[in-house]
């Protein structure tokens, strides 16, 4: 299958009232899409990494009350899992997309990943382009502009992220529904393939500090 893009009603789902319903409508509507993406990113991204890549699609399968605010497909080097590991993300708020190089709280070795981005802070600068956002909570919606975070509040997040055991780090793009809905597929997954290369050697450079 290939991706023809996201649809208004994709990020109307998050809208659909109850666990069930709205489950369904992820399931039917959102999820043959995230195949269709990870299958071709998670192929570009092992061969920038140089290793294989593997495709894990968020199940929510712990929920048994509280309807989801957020769906995600993740890309990492792991076949069992994904959440200890560095990896890359693509999911869908009701208003926007992201697209994240994601180290959440359950990542192994955060102190030592962590430390690395610090030594290599002018490194970590030069990486993240302009127009980039920067998340510390993969449930928050929220995300600052990496251009409005000068070296001093960069470091600051990273040293909360290696002392603060529920703290994360999340650095990638934000698109608005509008925009997702109005670009085809092939534009998204060149966008999607664009955000993983530019930050593949902040994952790189993590990937090596956590072995």
């Known amino acids: 299958m290939s991706f023809h893009g ?23 509507r959102i999820q043959p899409k995230f195949r269709a993406i990870g299958e071709q990113l998670s192929a570009d ?7 294989e890549m593997f495709l894990h699609i968020a199940k929510h399968a712990r929920r048994t009350v509280n309807p989801p605010k957020d769906t995600w497909l993740a890309i990492g080097p792991n076949k069992r899992g994904y959440k200890a590991h560095p990896h890359f993300q693509v999911g869908l708020f009701d208003d926007h997309v992201f697209i994240w190089l994601a180290f959440i709280y ?31 909570d993969h449930m928050d919606k929220r995300a600052e502009s990496i251009n409005d975070m000068d070296d001093e509040a960069l470091k600051k997040t990273l040293i909360r992220f290696r002392d603060i055991k529920s703290a994360e780090w999340l650095v990638g793009v934000h698109v608005s529904a509008e925009e997702a809905a109005a670009m085809d597929g092939q534009a998204f ?23």
């Open 6 to 28: 996201f649809q208004k009603s994709d990020f109307e789902t998050f809208q659909i009232e109850g666990l069930e319903g709205r489950m369904k409508a992820i399931q039917e």
């Open 45 to 51: 991204a092992a061969l920038l990494a140089g290793n």
């Open 106 to 136: 359950e990542t192994n070795h955060k102190s030592a990943i962590a430390e690395s981005l610090l030594q290599h802070l002018d490194e970590v600068r030069q990486t993240i382009p302009s127009g980039y956002v920067l998340s510390q």
């Open 189 to 211: 997954m060149q966008l999607a393939s664009d955000t993983v290369r530019t930050l593949m050697p902040l994952y790189k450079l993590a990937m090596s500090a956590g072995s």
